[in-house]
Every structure is written in C-alpha cells, then in structure tokens.
T-cell receptor, first 116, second 115 residues
Framework: DQQVKQNSPSLSVQEGRISILNCDYT??????FLWYKKYPAEGPTFLIS?????DKNEDGRFTVFLNKSAKHLSLHIVPSQPGDSAVYFC???????????????FGQGTILTVHP | GAVVSQHPSRVICKSGTSVKIECRSL??????MFWYRQFPKKSLMLMAT?????????EQGVEKDKFLINHASLTLSTLTVTSAHPEDSSFYIC???????????FGDGTRLSIL
C-alpha cells in the first residue's frame, strides 16, 4: 500500500525554467510533509517542509504547496539550475505518536534533470 | 546545520559475518534515530525507529534478531547486521531527529556488499 506516491519517475527541465515536482498521499493522518534531495550513494538532504496548517512555504528558490483537500503537494524550483539535478523524494509524517513517533513515509522519488 | 555521520561508507565481507554500522549526530542531540534500507531504484524503506535508552521499534517484516539496533546515547545509534548473507546486500541509511516537530537529517549511507 503506497501511501505516498510520486507518479512521475523523471522530469527534464531547461536551466532557468521552473521545475514542478508532484506528490500525492492517501493517509489523512499525515500532518507534516517534507522534500528531500538525494544524489547517488549519498543520504537524502532536507530541502523544505510544510505543516498541514499551511498551504505554502517558501525558502529561496524552493516553494512547497499543499492542497489538503486533494491530498497533493508540489515542490517548485525556480529558477532551475543544473546543480539541482538529483532524485527528489517527498515524505510525510503522521501525528500518531507512540511507536510511530516521527516516522516518515517516502514516495518513490522523481529524477530531476536540469539541462544547461 | 544538522550533521549526521554514518560509518563505514562501504563494507564488503563474506557471508556469515556480522557487520556493525554507526550513526552519529555530530552537532545536536537526537531524541530519535531511524534506520532505512534502499534497494536499487526504489524508495527508502524504514526498518526501525530507535529511541535513546529504549528498545528499537521494528517495522513489519524486519527481523529483530537479524538487524540489531543499539541506541546507547543521544548522539549514537548502531545497526548490526548479524550473520549477513548476500540478500542483505543493500544501501543502509540512518537519520536523526532532534525533536518531533523538526525534520530528520540523514547520514550518507553505507553500501553493504555480502559475497
């Protein structure tokens, strides 16, 4: 049961344009969402997060949008740079407490390629 | 920023041996650490959640006796793969969380290859 889905395995964008990465979820208990960037043979690097009480969070070139009614979030990168080329994972956390404390559920990842 | 160190980065060993992987939070105290496994071209799969001073909570399907987790301090957790076999070959990644409302920060992973 894939509770967090990234339906686009890959995305190719021209340098300077906007990259939009999408993520859908099914668990209505998720209340905190994160985006991570990952290079091969390295651990994920935290990019940006958003709480379910917000619908937008911005940090420099990165903006995350959350649509709770649609159970959908997206990451916008603008302008895109070649150094942004990596695998991007969205992740979600349920405020379930107990043994699920802080547990993240990850999507499958989207490979972003930014061409010069 | 939050730095998590994972060691070793790569291990190659014979079938039947045990391998210990360390995860350290270098500049913060981690209330909780997590251990993940990533298969090629797949997402990160949570194996267990580790809280300092208490037993780890394992995800369904993860063998507790196979993957021993020790979280002796607020800055160190270890994963020991006991009697490793070729099917245990994978990329293992740890993460550490300062407190509940903050993101997890990841180590750079350990590539384990069992011959």
């Amino acid at each position: 049961d894939q509770q967090v889905k990234q339906n686009s395995p890959s995305l190719s964008v021209q340098e300077g344009r906007i990259s939009i990465l999408n993520c859908d979820y099914t668990n209505s208990m998720f209340d905190y969402f994160l985006w991570y960037k990952k290079y091969p043979a390295e651990g994920p690097t935290f990019l940006i997060s958003i709480s379910s009480i917000k619908d937008k969070n911005e940090d420099g070139r990165f903006t995350v949008f959350l649509n709770k009614s649609a159970k959908h979030l997206s990451l916008h990168i603008v302008p895109s740079q070649p150094g942004d080329s990596a695998v991007y994972f969205c992740a979600a956390r349920a405020n379930a407490g107990g043994t699920s404390y802080g547990k993240l559920t990850f999507g499958q990842g989207t490979i972003l390629t930014v061409h010069p | 920023g939050a730095v998590v160190s994972q060691h070793p980065s790569r291990v190659i060993c014979k079938s039947g041996t045990s391998v210990k992987i360390e995860c350290r939070s270098l500049d913060f105290q981690a209330t909780t650490m997590f251990w993940y496994r990533q298969f090629p071209k797949k997402s990160l799969m949570l194996m267990a959640t580790s809280n300092e001073g208490s037993k780890a909570t394992y995800e369904q399907g993860v063998e507790k006796d196979k993957f021993l987790i020790n979280h002796a301090s607020l800055t160190l957790s270890t994963l020991t793969v006991t009697s490793a076999h070729p099917e245990d070959s994978s990329f293992y990644i740890c993460s550490a969380m300062r407190q509940f409302n903050q993101p997890q920060h990841f180590g750079d992973g350990t590539r384990l290859s069992i011959l």
